[in-house]
């Protein structure tokens, strides 16, 4: 039997971190964090548990005093009053600073983390805990999940106990969150390749189609790195009845797929990786190929007829499980698992759910011979940041599905759940909406995961050759600029496993503003973007859709468009289908793959790096071999400098081993400006300048391990107006009458001040999406 493989874990905290009476322990973590015990028996648990698996941190400041037989305890985050009782109301209340108050046994208010599932939630749902609060104090309740043995093994709580987590962080959530990963593990930094587009559909393919498939995907330059093959890889119509459904399968339908290890090999070939639908609940039946050795290795007759029973909670069963099942299809090509549990959460060890261990031992099972771990499954409650992507479930197509997924996503950071992937377009139901399927697809392009999905329904399809010409241009956008952004994401993807999620809320940037947390569909893409994703139907009339964004502080440039905004601001942003607002940030860049670098594989040989040139600002790019997680990460970094005020952009050296990234790069630096007032000189020689609209760009070629410095004379004020011309296209567009239009454009072009403009445009008394439009473009900034 294999040994079981285990997550490493400092469960004991330090003794000089805890105060301790007959039933009670206090555990000061961090001076925002304290762990509070109660135990009917005096005993309590220093073993890891599903949600803390580290607690061994170093002890922080905090004072400890006596006010007439209560307990009092302070850090400089909090307050903690404590009666040495039973926990109660009255007896148990935590304070903050910022005016946070929570007395034991009432819901905190909380700002919510994430849900198991969105399996056909047609718009909002409920939230779970996260670990941010407006008030300061969250708190996550750890009473119910079962631990974890010295060796790994499982085993469930003793009665009678209560553990609490209380994060009392007042509104710094990027610490409280950076605490929650020190406590409970950090996320695993997952494959390159998982970054870029996924292909799935409920169908059941053979090998020639689906091939066929990717042929018609290369044909038409959309981009793909992972194949999902849907539950129709193994038998599902040919099990006999006396077996029951077919909804659980470890053997190939090679009617359907005749020679697994050809096709999957060919897929490798596409340098795509490729993952298998897995529903476990039904054990193993007679009719499997591996079924022989399965039962033998668990000590039953093979000729029994017997269904071995699903059992992750007998170690027999879970060595088998990976080591018969699973690994003799891993060695045919299988890279990874979609683990998709629907059964609900009892076992027959009581509080043991069986997604935890299917998410836990399928994680550490995938990391074996310096592969680099990750799991797809389910979310199975706090602490399952470790494991990898999580399957969000069979999303409803309709707009309110769309409108609340934006939301989901970023609140999922408030609980460090940093990779959810969901259902791109919908799974099931609704109606067909092309506009509605567009601007899902666009919205993928910024989520963690990108995966088109769809039900078992040959009139549900994401294929972009399906759709009319505008949104199937669209979509092909989408696709090929999420390849693009590899660069970016797998950078982001290093920084979320140090602590910052990919997507987060507003509020996470700039908890003090009130503006922040009145935008919960807009949310920072990494520490470069902010982006605020269509979610509603354009307007008849303007033919453009509009998201209502509040803008930080400080110059936000539209990487589509090139329009720049002041920020501190409230604004209404208008939109083609083409087009969704990504605002970079003031002395933002952000590295891009040249649009034929589509292998997601590889660190690419030529990049493009948009700069955003109204303020200075840096970037270090990080990239890896694709091998190991944690501390045996091998990594290259390339530091990106922009100095608006000297006018020089430095591509600095790399630095780490070798042969990890290209020896030589190509290089295009795209400034989001007007036109340079002079020669731009990369390394002090004159280069030759391309422009494109509100863009323009210059182009290098050197060693990986030299730097670059590209010198720019930028004009002190705008060329052009650029807002008389996106008005003059809203305009001419504009479904609506001629001579109000006309009035408009006069008032535009006439020399009058912005408000009196303003003014004017209001006194037309124009359709109000329309209005919104030309004032969107008045007030953006001129370049």
Do not use: C
Not at 194 to 199: C, E, I, P, R
Not at 347 to 375: K, T
Not at 492 to 507: C, D, F, I, T, W
Request: glycine share 8%; proline share 8%.
């Amino acid at each position: 039997m294999t040994a079981i493989r285990t997550m490493p874990s400092r469960p004991q905290a330090r003794p000089d971190s805890v105060l301790q009476g007959e039933q009670w322990r206090i555990t000061v973590l961090t001076d925002g964090l304290v762990r509070l015990e109660r135990s009917e028996d005096g005993t309590f648990e220093d073993r890891a548990s599903t949600f803390a698996q580290h607690r061994e941190f170093s002890t922080p400041a905090f004072t400890v005093g006596d006010d007439n037989g209560v307990l009092t305890l302070s850090t400089p985050r909090f307050h903690l009053r404590y009666d040495r009782g039973e926990f109660s109301a009255q007896g148990l209340v935590v304070t903050t600073p910022v005016g946070g108050r929570w007395r034991f046994g009432e819901p905190a208010d909380n700002l919510g983390g994430t849900a198991r599932t969105l399996d056909d939630a047609d718009g909002a749902l409920p939230l779970e805990p996260g670990v941010a609060a407006r008030g300061g104090i969250a708190v996550i309740d750890d009473t119910a999940s079962f631990l974890f043995d010295a060796d790994g093994w499982i085993a469930p709580r003793g009665p009678g106990r209560r553990d609490l987590y209380v994060f009392a962080y007042g509104h710094d959530y990027t610490e409280a969150v950076k605490a929650l990963y020190a406590l409970s593990g950090h996320p695993p930094v997952l494959p390159r390749w998982a970054l870029g587009n996924w292909w799935s559909r409920y169908h059941a393919y053979t090998a020639d189609s689906y091939l066929q498939l990717f042929d018609r995907f290369d044909a038409e330059e959309l981009p793909f790195s992972v194949a999902v093959i849907d539950m129709d890889w193994h038998r599902v119509d040919s099990v006999p009845a006396r077996y029951g459904t077919g909804w659980t399968g470890y053997s190939w339908e090679r009617r359907l797929i005749p020679d697994p290890a050809a096709f999957l090999d060919e897929l490798h070939r596409r340098n795509l990786r490729t993952t298998l639908n897995l529903h476990p609940a039904d054990g193993v039946r007679p009719f499997e190929d591996a079924y022989p050795q399965v039962a033998r290795a668990l000590g039953i007759d093979p000729e029994s007829d017997e269904t071995i029973p699903f059992d992750l909670t007998d170690k027999a069963f879970l060595d088998a499980y990976f080591r018969l099942l699973h690994h003799p299809l891993e060695e045919q090509g299988v890279d990874f698992w979609w683990i998709d549990w629907q059964q609900g959460g009892t076992s027959r060890i009581p509080g043991v759910d069986p997604l935890w261990l299917l998410n836990h031992f399928h994680f550490l099972d995938s990391g074996r011979e310096g592969r680099r771990p990750m799991a797809f499954s389910r979310y199975a409650g706090p602490g399952s940041h470790r494991y990898g992507i999580g399957f969000s479930g069979d999303a409803v197509v309709s707009w309110d599905s769309l409108a609340f997924q934006p939301e989901f996503t970023a609140s999922a950071a408030n609980i460090g759940y940093s990779w959810w992937s969901h259902d791109i377009g919908g799974h099931t139901r609704g109606v067909r909406d092309d506009e509605l399927a567009t601007r899902w697809l666009q919205l993928g392009v910024f989520s963690p995961i990108l995966r088109l999905h769809s039900a078992s329904n040959p009139f549900i399809r994401k294929e972009p050759w399906e759709f009319p010409r505008e949104p199937r241009h669209a979509m092909g956008e989408a696709l090929r600029f999420r390849h693009r952004l590899l660069p970016y994401l797998h950078t982001m993807n290093h920084r979320a496993a140090a602590g910052l999620p990919l997507v987060r809320p507003m509020y996470h940037l700039a908890p003090e503003s009130e503006d922040a947390y009145e935008v919960p569909n807009q949310f920072a893409f990494g520490s470069e973007l902010i982006v605020a994703p269509v979610t509603t139907p354009r307007d008849p009339l303007t033919l453009l859709s509009a998201s209502s964004v509040w803008l930080p502080p400080g110059t936000w440039t539209d990487i589509f468009t090139g329009t720049v905004y002041d920020g501190d601001r409230h604004a209404e942003l208008h939109r083609t289908l083409d087009s969704v607002p990504a605002l970079l940030r003031a002395g933002g860049i952000l590295p891009l793959a040249a649009p034929h670098e589509t292998d997601a594989t590889r660190n690419p040989e030529h990049l493009e790096l948009l700069v955003a040139p109204s303020d200075s600002g840096s970037f270090t790019l990080v990239e890896d071999d694709g091998r190991g997680d944690g501390t045996d990460l091998r990594t290259v970094s390339t530091p990106l400098h922009w100095d608006a005020t000297a006018g020089v952009l430095r591509i600095g050296a790399a630095a780490g081993p070798d042969a990890i990234i290209p020896s030589e790069r190509t290089w295009t630096v795209t400034f989001l400006a007007d036109p340079p007032t002079g020669p731009v000189r990369i390394n002090a020689e004159p280069v030759e300048v391309a422009h494109g609209e509100r863009r323009f760009s210059v182009r290098a070629t050197a060693p990986t391990t030299s730097e670059i410095a590209v010198e720019v004379k930028l004009p002190e004020a705008a060329v052009a107006d650029l807002a008389a011309e996106s008005i003059q296209q809203i305009l001419a567009a504009a479904q609506f009458d001629n001579p109000t239009k006309l009035r408009m454009w006069s008032i535009v072009t006439s020399p009058k001040p912005l408000s009196a403009k303003i003014a004017a445009l209001y006194a037309v008394r124009a359709p109000e999406a329309l209005l919104g439009a030309v004032i969107e473009h008045l007030t953006a900034r001129e370049r």
